[in-house]
């Protein structure tokens, strides 16, 4: 996607794998510095995503993860499925 600003979607998706590839947990900075957002964007974004119940928000030894739910997984997985679909019409 050189060049091009990510949609509101790409985000969402982005977010989302890297809690997946972090092993379904992630701390905040280290979420921070994968979904390439600042931290204000990336706030809205969470709390969108909380409130829609793709992501939770755990507290572990007094430390913040945010965790995927099915809810997210089945995102992730619609939204490969999609983008498969798309880039087969070369769209």
């Not at 996607?1 to 979607?9: H, L």
């Not at 706030?43 to 755990?58: D, S, T």
């Not at 507290?59 to 983008?83: A, D, M, V």
Request: glycine share 6%; net charge positive; hydrophobic share 35%.
């Amino acid at each position: 996607m050189s060049g091009q600003r990510r949609g509101r979607m790409e985000i969402i998706h982005d977010i989302l794998n890297s809690i997946v590839m972090k092993g379904g947990r992630i701390k905040p900075t280290h979420l921070l510095y994968k979904s390439n957002l600042s931290h204000q964007k990336m706030k809205e974004y969470v709390n969108e995503l909380i409130e829609k119940e793709m992501i939770e928000e755990e507290i572990e030894k007094e430390k913040k993860l945010f965790t995927i739910t099915e809810k997210g997984e089945k995102f992730l997985n619609e939204f490969r499925r999609i983008k498969e679909f798309s880039d087969s019409f070369g769209l």
